[in-house]
């Protein structure tokens, strides 16, 4: 577990990503309910998922009122936009922030070599669009999207995204736990 304040000091150390901005987004997640507010005179500590989730809305750009809306797809996108139902196969990650869980886990207690995989992946937040890409060292791709969405074709005339490179990735979540 690490402190909001250590995460958000982290995430602008590692990634770039301005803490005044940050304050403001992780605020508002606090208020829906969805990171953890801590205690009156207690730091709220978030743990590898909270980060991944914090560091995807961060990453996707919102407007500070569609911060929340932006938090929840993430928890919602399927990769290629698949419905999953019950009895599909568990070695398909059932939303993209559990794709980024897993990635954080094996970071942390993962073997040398799947940490180095890690490290040359690249992972694109789309901001006009849900829409999370992580592009991987054997050059495939995994998008993904919300469900029942194309995940093979542009929702904009134009596609903008925050990248966020594994080395960095790595060193946040190493960084933090």
Wanted: hydrophobic share 40%; glycine share 8%; charged share 20%.
């Amino acid at each position: 577990m690490a402190t909001l304040n250590a995460v958000l000091d982290s995430i602008q150390t590692h990634i770039g990503f301005p803490r005044s901005r940050s304050s403001g987004i992780a605020r508002r997640l606090q208020e829906a309910g969805i990171l953890p507010s801590g205690a009156p005179g207690v730091a709220p500590e978030l743990d590898q998922r909270d980060t991944c989730l914090l560091l995807a809305t961060l990453m996707s750009a919102p407007k500070l009122h569609e911060a929340v809306d932006h938090a929840r797809a993430y928890a919602a996108m399927t990769p290629g936009g698949a419905v999953l139902s019950d009895d599909a196969p568990e070695s398909i990650p059932r939303s993209a922030l559990d794709y980024l869980e897993i990635k954080s886990e094996i970071i942390v207690g993962g073997e040398p070599d799947a940490v180095a995989d890690v490290r040359d992946h690249r992972f694109e937040f789309v901001h006009g669009w849900r829409e999370m890409s992580a592009h991987t060292p054997e050059n495939s791709v995994t998008r993904f999207v919300l469900p029942g969405a194309l995940a093979s074709h542009q929702q904009a005339p134009h596609r903008v995204a925050g990248v966020v490179r594994g080395e960095a990735f790595v060193n946040l979540i190493k960084d933090l736990f």
